[in-house]
């Protein structure tokens, strides 16, 4: 499985911002596939997540200011994010895997393939 993440960089408080994710070689019928930011020295935060039927769950830290999509013909994934504050400053990384029992975004759930990461910074 492999990603290529873009879309990061530097932006205003109040700005926005939009992250894509293709991802190629996945080949089981269904996915969770998520958004995840890490800060140096923390722990990393799984902020979106989408399933293949399109449910979807956000962190509170985000929800209301993102949104998470995707394009099944293209394969991408997408993290639309307005109203950005500085503390969304991180370095953000998209992630899939197969289904499971449990939600795509519990913390019981776990992600085994990884982008390489975009780096988004929110400073004026």
């Known amino acids: 499985i492999q990603f290529v993440e873009s879309g990061g960089g530097l932006v205003q408080p109040g700005g926005s911002l939009k992250l894509s994710c293709v991802v190629s070689?996945?080949?089981?019928?269904?996915?969770?596939l998520g958004w995840f930011r890490q800060v140096p020295g923390k722990e990393r935060e799984g902020i979106a997540h989408i399933d293949s039927d399109g449910r979807t769950t956000y962190a509170d830290s985000v929800n209301g200011r993102f949104t998470i999509a995707k394009d099944n013909v293209n394969n991408t994934l997408y993290l639309q994010m307005n109203s950005l504050k500085p503390e969304d400053t991180a370095m953000y990384y998209c992630a899939t895997d197969q289904p499971s029992i449990v939600s795509c975004g519990s913390s019981l759930y776990t992600y085994n393939y990884w982008g390489q990461g975009t780096q988004v910074t929110v400073s004026s």
């Open positions: 070689g996945y080949t089981y019928g269904g996915y969770c």
